[in-house]
């Protein structure tokens, strides 16, 4: 998966309950993405990152904050988790560049999360 | 923004024939589509990029195809295989000035019956 890892791989918690997903890359890519895929919606883009402590909203961002600290890491947080939040949750990467083929964007192993 | 859509049913052909994905996209025209491939429990895995100003692109036994007419892009697999059974995303630019931002399809499921 193109050394990029998400802890956890699975997670179960009940509702009102923080939640901190995280995002680890060895590829050293600037841009780094949070989707959300539930069926019949797709692939939903949450928050993404163009580098260090820049970072903006996506297409489903209320309710889901982010932070990138450093290059490789990239963390996504449900403050209160709602039930309606129990989706598979995607990392991805791409590269910085003018060429459109640096927007090929690597995907993580996805985190299965559970809000009961 | 961008609107996507895909073939909504699935797709089930027989091994050997050529398999053909549908991917119709609304506002304006991008300039470049991705295709992924999905497998169950798995993130999706780049597939083939095709410009703008590309009609057609390949590789191996897939074939892209672009047409900014009609809105349209067709993904071909030919001499389908059982080990192409998977779903396909296609995706573009969110907007003209989002290039880094990627607005996926549902998808299509692609099923190759041995």
């Known amino acids: 998966d193109a050394g990029i890892t998400q802890s956890p791989r699975h997670k179960v918690t009940e509702t009102g309950t923080p939640v901190t997903l995280r995002c680890h890359q060895t590829?050293?890519?600037?841009?780094m993405y949070w989707y959300r895929q539930d069926p019949g919606h797709g692939l939903r883009l949450i928050h993404y990152?163009?580098?260090?402590?820049?970072?903006d909203k996506g297409e489903v961002s209320d309710g889901y904050s982010v932070s990138r600290s450093k290059t490789e890491d990239f963390l996504l947080t449900l403050e209160s988790a709602t039930s309606s939040q129990t989706s598979v949750y995607f990392c991805?990467?791409?590269?910085?560049?003018?060429?459109?083929?640096?927007?090929?964007?690597?995907f993580g192993p996805g985190t299965r999360l559970t809000v009961l | 923004s961008q609107k996507i859509e895909q073939n909504s049913e699935a797709l089930n052909i027989q091994e050997g024939k050529t398999a053909t994905l549908t991917c119709n996209y609304t506002n304006y025209s991008p300039a470049y589509l991705q295709w992924y491939r999905q497998d169950p429990g798995r993130g999706p895995v780049f597939l083939l990029l095709i410009r703008e100003n590309e009609k057609e692109k390949r590789k191996e036994r897939l074939k892209v195809t672009f047409d900014t007419t009609l809105k349209q892009s067709l993904f071909h697999i030919t001499a389908s295989q059982p080990a192409d059974s998977a779903t396909y995303l296609c995706a573009l630019p969110v907007s003209s000035g989002s290039a880094r931002q990627l607005t996926f399809g549902s998808g299509t499921q692609l099923t190759v019956l041995p």
């Open positions: 991805a990467i791409s590269e910085f560049g003018q060429a459109v083929e640096y927007n090929e964007q690597f």
């Open positions: 590829e050293n890519h600037r841009y």
């Open positions: 990152s163009y580098g260090v402590k820049d970072t």
